[in-house]
């Protein structure tokens, strides 16, 4: 639609509000891009950096004519000890500075009132990442509705609401390995007290606080938008809608928005590997040959536990890829793949990566044939998508509980087996828990094997593939939802200007 079309017809106006994680900031701009096809006018809340860094995913929609513009303020790095030009928790040099980024973030609230103060008419709807708490109040202050997004599905949103209602991992003590079942779910689940997110371990400090505070912003909120669709997790998004009521929406797979090439390759950071020359090698690979191993953006995992599955890879004896990257580690690691020359008795069926990877690229080629998963959600997502079954090896957070989805409800995924999470994102002082390369390597063959279990898992792995274009088709659940959340911002702007 043209945008003075859409600006005749009353153009409703989003102010969208990322939080600088890769994992939160590019589904937010992919959504920002969704509902800007949908006609909104949308403004993203930026910083230089990330502008540079995530507004080039959205290139070609702009100059396509969709109507998406960047307000850009700077981040005060010095006065809250952070590095030049460091705005994304991927970039911090220790994880512990994460809480000292979350400040800095806040300085962006007086910069953004002043920004709506002078706007006529104000924005329709506010849509800002759930771990920011004052867009809480500058909605309110502005009595603008407030959509939260916390780049998370309804299977976790449900085991997060059941364990604090319930507080049932205190029933195994201290226990970290015994486990528990989560109750009222729509499956038997069970994890232990080492699998829980940060917010469940007390040993964390000032997150009880935090916590406190978030639910009270989320119960705040207008509505929420997930990253999922509603035939992956049916259950679990009508268990959600009886918690939060009706304004829940499951928009995506939101990354299935970017359909071309070029849009691909540049997601979050400049791919480390020329696109020709790894659709070149993947072109050489057989179909459904190919494990792609990448971690995700934040995790910053072991040298030495990267180590036991750069030598599972390499005893799969068959092709992989392998995205080097550990954060302030990756220096380690390299050393490591340079002094055992691994990547010289690799080369003949292995594509290291050392840096960022084209991973939205890389995953609908066909020649993949598995993909070894931190499981965060967008990864996790982007996988069901490709219709490649998943080995999963979580680190922390939520990441346990989509580890679950894959491997017990939806079955198109195998477990590693690692029983603990590592304790803040994978930092020194506690990191985490060494699986053999054994284990990897069973997973791998598991995932990987011809017979009828692995062909069922990649029946099944397809089908959702399937399920999940279809969501997003007009007429699909997800295109439904999206039309259904303007259609409820709309209605609210219409009983306001009624009173
Ligand atoms: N990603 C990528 N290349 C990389 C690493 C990550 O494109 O080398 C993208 C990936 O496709 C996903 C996001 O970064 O969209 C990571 O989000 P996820 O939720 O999977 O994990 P997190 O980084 O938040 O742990």
């Given at each position: 639609?043209?945008?003075?079309?859409?600006?005749?017809?009353?153009?409703?106006?989003?102010?969208?509000?990322p939080?600088?994680?890769p994992?939160?900031?590019?589904?937010?701009?992919?959504?920002?891009k969704?509902?800007?096809?949908?006609?909104?006018?949308?403004?993203?809340?930026?910083?230089?950096v990330?502008?540079?860094?995530?507004?080039?995913?959205?290139?070609?929609?702009?100059?396509?004519?969709?109507?998406?513009?960047?307000?850009?303020?700077?981040?005060?790095?010095k006065?809250?000890?952070?590095p030049?030009?460091c705005?994304?928790?991927?970039?911090?040099?220790?994880?512990?500075?994460?809480?000292?980024l979350?400040?800095?973030?806040?300085?962006?609230q007086?910069?953004?009132?002043?920004?709506?103060?002078?706007?006529?008419?104000?924005?329709n709807?506010?849509?800002?990442d759930?771990?920011?708490?004052?867009?809480?109040?500058?909605?309110?202050?502005?009595q603008?509705?407030?959509?939260m997004?916390d780049?998370?599905?309804c299977?976790?949103?449900?085991?997060?609401?059941?364990?604090?209602l319930?507080?049932?991992?205190?029933?195994?003590?201290?226990?970290?390995?015994?486990?528990?079942?989560l109750?009222g779910?729509?499956?038997?689940?069970?994890?232990?007290?080492?699998?829980?997110?940060?917010?469940f371990?007390?040993?964390?400090?000032?997150?009880?606080?935090?916590?406190?505070?978030?639910r009270?912003?989320?119960?705040?909120a207008?509505?929420?938008v997930?990253?999922?669709?509603?035939?992956?997790?049916?259950?679990?998004?009508?268990?959600?809608?009886?918690?939060?009521?009706d304004?829940?929406?499951?928009?995506?797979?939101?990354?299935?928005?970017q359909?071309?090439?070029?849009?691909?390759?540049?997601?979050?950071n400049?791919s480390?590997?020329?696109?020709?020359?790894?659709?070149?090698?993947?072109?050489?690979?057989?179909?459904?040959s190919?494990?792609?191993?990448?971690?995700?953006?934040?995790?910053?995992?072991?040298?030495?536990?990267l180590?036991?599955l750069?030598?599972?890879?390499?005893?799969?004896?068959?092709?992989?890829?392998?995205?080097?990257?550990?954060?302030?580690k990756?220096e380690?690691?390299?050393?490591?793949?340079?002094?055992?020359?691994?990547?010289?008795r690799?080369?003949?069926?292995?594509?290291?990566?050392?840096?960022?990877?084209?991973q939205?690229?890389?995953?609908?080629?066909?020649?993949?044939?598995?993909f070894?998963?931190?499981?965060?959600?967008n990864?996790?997502?982007?996988?069901v998508?490709?219709?490649?079954?998943l080995?999963?090896?979580?680190?922390f957070q939520?990441?346990?509980?989509?580890?679950?989805?894959?491997?017990?409800?939806?079955r198109?995924?195998?477990?590693?087996?690692?029983?603990?999470?590592?304790?803040?994102?994978?930092?020194?002082?506690?990191?985490g828990?060494?699986?053999k390369?054994?284990?990897?390597?069973?997973?791998?063959?598991m995932?990987?094997?011809?017979?009828?279990?692995?062909?069922?898992?990649?029946?099944?792995?397809?089908?959702?593939?399937?399920?999940?274009?279809?969501?997003i088709?007009?007429?699909?659940?997800?295109?439904r939802?999206?039309?259904?959340?303007?259609?409820?911002?709309?209605?609210?702007e219409?009983?306001?200007?009624?009173?």
């Amino acid at each position: 639609m043209a945008l003075e079309e859409t600006q005749e017809q009353n153009q409703l106006h989003f102010l969208v509000i990322p939080m600088g994680s890769p994992g939160h900031y590019i589904p937010t701009v992919d959504m920002a891009k969704l509902l800007a096809q949908h006609g909104v006018q949308v403004t993203i809340v930026t910083t230089p950096v990330n502008a540079l860094r995530f507004g080039s995913i959205l290139d070609q929609a702009i100059q396509s004519g969709l109507p998406i513009c960047f307000l850009e303020f700077p981040l005060p790095y010095k006065e809250f000890g952070l590095p030049e030009g460091c705005e994304s928790i991927d970039d911090l040099p220790d994880m512990k500075m994460t809480g000292a980024l979350m400040q800095a973030y806040t300085s962006l609230q007086t910069q953004v009132e002043q920004y709506i103060e002078q706007l006529n008419p104000r924005p329709n709807c506010i849509l800002a990442d759930t771990f920011l708490l004052w867009p809480g109040e500058t909605a309110k202050k502005f009595q603008i509705p407030r959509i939260m997004f916390d780049g998370m599905n309804c299977f976790t949103q449900m085991c997060n609401h059941v364990l604090h209602l319930s507080k049932v991992y205190e029933s195994v003590g201290d226990s970290e390995l015994e486990s528990f079942v989560l109750p009222g779910l729509p499956d038997r689940i069970e994890l232990t007290r080492s699998q829980l997110p940060f917010a469940f371990n007390p040993k964390i400090k000032g997150m009880s606080d935090y916590n406190e505070k978030l639910r009270v912003s989320e119960s705040e909120a207008y509505g929420v938008v997930v990253n999922s669709f509603e035939e992956l997790e049916q259950g679990y998004v009508d268990e959600y809608k009886k918690v939060k009521g009706d304004n829940v929406w499951c928009i995506g797979p939101l990354s299935l928005c970017q359909k071309d090439e070029s849009e691909k390759v540049q997601r979050g950071n400049k791919s480390s590997v020329n696109k020709n020359e790894c659709l070149k090698w993947l072109d050489s690979q057989e179909t459904g040959s190919v494990i792609y191993a990448c971690l995700g953006s934040v995790s910053r995992v072991e040298p030495a536990h990267l180590i036991e599955l750069a030598l599972a890879l390499e005893s799969s004896k068959r092709p992989f890829i392998w995205v080097v990257r550990a954060g302030h580690k990756t220096e380690k690691i390299e050393k490591w793949i340079e002094e055992q020359e691994f990547e010289k008795r690799t080369k003949d069926r292995a594509l290291l990566i050392h840096g960022w990877a084209p991973q939205l690229l890389v995953l609908s080629h066909p020649a993949i044939g598995g993909f070894l998963t931190h499981c965060g959600w967008n990864s996790t997502l982007e996988g069901v998508c490709a219709g490649v079954p998943l080995i999963t090896w979580p680190q922390f957070q939520e990441q346990f509980y989509n580890e679950k989805l894959v491997v017990q409800v939806l079955r198109t995924g195998v477990s590693v087996g690692a029983q603990k999470t590592s304790v803040l994102w994978g930092d020194d002082d506690k990191p985490g828990e060494l699986v053999k390369s054994e284990a990897f390597v069973k997973a791998i063959e598991m995932v990987m094997e011809e017979g009828k279990e692995g062909e069922e898992r990649r029946k099944r792995a397809k089908e959702l593939s399937k399920m999940a274009n279809k969501a997003i088709e007009e007429g699909g659940s997800s295109h439904r939802n999206m039309t259904r959340l303007i259609e409820a911002i709309k209605n609210q702007e219409r009983n306001t200007k009624l009173i």
